[in-house]
């Protein structure tokens, strides 16, 4: 049974990059069927997706938040990463770890962290 | 872009009366790519539905998916208790590649 656990700092400040990592256990990030990527839910709101990347490296991004966004993989480590650059506090949310799998639709999710972004 | 819109916002039933959730899209979307979520409070999202009407791995046949181009239908009978949650559909589109969610519909458990 696949397994997403995301890790990062809860709180950011204004202007910082906010960085987060997701670690996949009960299979490989490197197959290659699936995408990768994250999905982010501001506080008592709906959900945006973010991005999503291959494990050998391509990507698609929000085109709203594509100037800001960086995904990778880490395939020796398990890990997929996100990297949101130049943040406000529209930006607070719990952060979501995914796999989207046949067809895009979202079987996998991880449990989310909320990040705020203040000073 | 394609628009997902969901209603009603909140809909309240009672234990054991059937739930109807609707999702327009703003373009046609293709039936493969629609999709459902539940999302109870403090939880992520679990899938429901996918292709629009096939249920996922291990949900009750108490929920089913149907509709094709603009209008799809979530429909939740026998309703339960632990049913209440905020239900999403989603679409991808490919060009340009894009995953859209809908705002979604809060169901209330009187």
């Known amino acids: 049974q696949l397994h997403l656990q995301e890790s990062g700092p809860g709180l950011v400040k204004p202007s910082e990059t906010l960085s987060l990592t997701c670690s996949v256990s009960g299979g490989s990030i490197s197959t290659s069927q699936y995408y990768w990527g994250w999905v982010r839910q501001p506080p008592g709101q709906g959900l945006e997706w973010i991005g999503h990347?291959?494990?050998?490296?391509?990507?698609r991004y929000n085109p709203s938040l594509k100037s800001r966004v960086t995904i990778s993989v880490d395939s020796s480590k398990n890990q997929f990463s996100l990297n949101l650059r130049s943040v406000t506090a529209a930006d607070t949310a719990v952060y979501f770890c995914a796999r989207p799998g046949s067809a895009y639709r979202i079987d996998y999710w991880g449990q989310g962290i909320l990040v705020t972004v203040a000073s | 872009e394609i628009v997902l819109t969901q209603s009603p916002d909140t809909l309240s039933l009672s234990p054991g009366e059937r739930a109807t959730l609707s999702c327009r899209a703003s373009q046609s979307v293709n039936s493969v790519y629609l999709a459902w979520y539940q999302q109870k409070p403090g939880q992520a999202p679990r899938l429901l539905i996918y292709g629009a009407s096939s249920r996922a791995t291990g949900i009750p046949d108490r929920f089913s998916g149907s509709g094709s181009g603009t209008d799809f239908t979530l429909t939740i009978s026998r309703l339960e208790p632990e049913d209440l949650a905020v239900y999403f559909c989603q679409q991808f589109d490919s060009s340009p590649p894009f995953i859209t969610f809908g705002q979604g519909t809060r169901l209330e458990i009187k």
């Open positions: 990347t291959f494990y050998s490296g391509t990507t």
